[in-house]
């Protein structure tokens, strides 16, 4: 299959990272179906969609009636059946193994045979995966950046199995989304997170240490390193739970001491502190 026969396509999960998929696949021309596990979630989804595209509006990068053609070309359902009308499918659920490799199992009865199986996993292999299929040729990670509409990075990953046209029609979907690809091979937390998860780790063993605060941490890789971000807020925006899951991959991955997760990652994550998305993480969002 070519990248032009992609008519529709689908995403699993509308939380930030699914939703974010879906308005870049939908601005991108694609019919897009964005499915959850509740009506709730799916809504919260699109009004985030609607919401950043009303930025683009308000600034002059679109037109009222573009937000409306996107926004139309966007279904949502909570039916995971419905990704039988799918050319191409991106998984983006949350960062855990079983409950990936069930959505995967799902989506191989479900999909059209050829189709291919993407997932947007941070870190877990893509053979893993692929094993949970009878297609594993035409299954293959497709990790975009947070936020998914700003960032031009997509890290495509190819299992053991998957073959070269999966890889070339990947390449050439992000292509058609206005990204930038880079091929990355098959070991834990790829490339993007082999390299930034253990920088965000040390920074919170040297908040754990009393080292500095979060905000003079922060302060020197903005300033210092010219980060755009620090470290710690980087965290809190990426969710301390998948910080967390990503770590462990790492760690159990390669059993080596210098990727163990720091021990008040794993206090924070147990006390609910995930970050932005719940209003406390290693800040306090509640209040804005």
């Excluded at 009004?47 to 009222?64: F, H, Y």
């Excluded at 069930?102 to 009865?109: E, N």
Aim: overall charge neutral; charged content about 25%.
């Amino acid at each position: 299959m070519k990248a032009e026969s992609v008519a529709t396509f689908g995403v699993v999960g509308a939380g930030q990272m699914g939703n974010g998929i879906a308005q870049v696949a939908a601005v991108g021309g694609l019919q897009v179906i964005m499915s959850d596990i509740s009506e709730e979630f799916v809504q919260k989804g699109l009004k985030s969609i609607s919401a950043n595209l009303e930025r683009s509006v308000s600034k002059g990068r679109m037109t009222a009636e573009d937000k409306d053609a996107v926004i139309g070309r966007i279904r949502t359902t909570t039916r995971i059946s419905d990704f039988a009308e799918a050319d191409f499918m991106v998984e983006a659920a949350t960062e855990n193994q079983e409950l990936k490799l069930k959505i995967f199992r799902d989506l191989d009865g479900i999909c059209k045979q050829g189709i291919t199986l993407a997932t947007n996993t941070s870190s877990i292999p893509i053979t893993r995966i692929a094993s949970a299929t009878r297609r594993p040729e035409l299954v293959i990670g497709m990790h975009f950046m947070n936020p998914v509409p700003l960032m031009k990075l997509v890290e495509i990953i190819n299992g053991l199995a998957t073959s070269r046209e999966t890889f070339e029609l990947t390449r050439d979907l992000a292509l058609k989304l206005d990204k930038i690809p880079v091929q990355s091979r098959d070991f834990p937390g790829f490339i993007a997170n082999r390299i930034l998860l253990p920088m965000i780790n040390e920074a919170i063993f040297a908040f754990y240490e009393g080292i500095g605060t979060a905000e003079d941490i922060d302060n020197v890789m903005k300033l210092g390193m010219n980060h755009p971000m620090g470290p710690l807020a980087l965290a809190d925006l990426i969710g301390l739970d998948t910080c967390l899951a990503i770590m462990n991959v790492l760690y159990e991955g390669f059993a080596d001491s210098k990727y163990r997760p720091c021990p008040l990652l794993k206090q924070y994550v147990e006390a609910g502190y995930l970050g932005r998305k719940v209003g406390r993480g290693f800040y306090d969002y509640s209040k804005k």
